[in-house]
Each structure stands twice: as C-alpha cells, then as structure tokens.
C-alpha cells in the first residue's frame, strides 16, 4: 500500500466499523459510502506522509512522549529553565 502498517491497520479497522456494523448490518449505505470515501482518501493521505517521512509517526509519538524533557523554546539566556530528569 506505501504508508505504514500501523496506521494503515487503524484506518482499515475504523473502516470496517464504520461500514459494516454501522453500515450494511443496519441498512445504512450512507455509512458505507462514507466509510468508502473514508478508505480511499486515508490511504492517499497515508501514501503521502510516506513519501514526506517514512517514519513520521513514530517522531511524532516520540515527541509527544518527551514533550515535557525538550521545551520547545530556546533557554540561552532564560531564568527557569526546567530541570531535566534524572535516573534514580
């Protein structure tokens, strides 16, 4: 498919939901084409972050998890700075 498979299992499982016990189960197409379109356009979506950085969501996740360590900010020359934290 060209993305990653995490995400591109998370999108095939939201599709699924989407479409067949929110779906085809209940008579509700609009659901389905929904849940089509949602496939169609998530997967090009996926492509492209692929193209753009093979391993974009793992930085982001990493990221996030270290957000509080590594301030986005410059600290040269800043009052507070935050302490980072140490193994005990």
Excluded: H
């Amino acid at each position: 498919m060209g993305c990653e498979r995490f995400l591109f299992l998370m999108l095939c499982m939201a599709v699924t939901l989407l479409a067949g016990p929110g779906g085809i189960m209940t008579k509700n197409y609009v659901n389905s084409l929904i849940a089509g379109a949602l496939f169609f356009m998530g997967r090009a979506l996926l492509a492209r972050m692929a193209k753009a950085d093979a391993r974009m969501s793992d930085v982001f996740r990493r990221s996030a998890q270290y957000r509080r360590e590594y301030p986005a900010i410059s600290t040269v020359g800043f009052k507070n700075v935050p302490k980072a934290r140490r193994w005990n």
